[in-house]
């Protein structure tokens, strides 16, 4: 049972992964990916013990159902997106929460984002 500087790197750029996918910092997730391969290579030749490695695993797999997550939610509203620009009519809420009915206008401009 070795201490392993990587391994207390890789936990601490777990949590800063973590971080930026909850806040939607997406951008940052290209930076850290670079780091993580590098230190997750370092823990071959490192050897942290069970317990380290145990939790790396967690944060990890925790990380990825995030990330998954919000893909599955981007896709979501791409679709609606795409939905809204095909229809005649879309459903809105006003501030009460009430539904109202709105044909939609199509101009002849194009917005880009």
């Given at each position: 049972?070795?201490?392993?500087?990587?391994?207390?790197r890789?936990?601490?750029?777990?949590?800063?992964?973590?971080?930026?996918?909850?806040?939607?910092?997406?951008?940052?997730?290209?930076?850290?990916?670079?780091?993580?391969?590098?230190?997750?290579?370092?823990?071959?030749?490192?050897r942290?013990?069970?317990?380290?490695?145990?939790?790396?695993?967690?944060?990890?797999?925790?990380?990825?159902?995030?990330?998954?997550?919000?893909?599955?939610?981007?896709?979501?509203?791409?679709?609606?997106?795409?939905?809204?620009?095909?229809?005649a009519?879309?459903?809105?809420?006003?501030?009460?929460?009430?539904?109202?009915?709105?044909?939609?206008?199509h101009?002849?401009?194009?917005?880009?984002?």
């Amino acid at each position: 049972m070795t201490r392993s500087d990587s391994a207390m790197r890789l936990i601490s750029l777990l949590e800063a992964e973590e971080k930026a996918v909850l806040s939607g910092d997406y951008a940052v997730l290209s930076q850290l990916a670079t780091t993580r391969i590098e230190l997750a290579r370092n823990l071959e030749t490192e050897r942290p013990d069970e317990t380290t490695l145990r939790r790396i695993s967690q944060m990890t797999q925790r990380n990825s159902s995030l990330l998954r997550a919000a893909t599955e939610g981007i896709d979501d509203a791409r679709k609606i997106l795409n939905r809204l620009k095909k229809s005649a009519i879309t459903e809105v809420y006003d501030r009460d929460g009430a539904k109202h009915r709105m044909p939609v206008l199509h101009s002849g401009l194009e917005r880009k984002i």
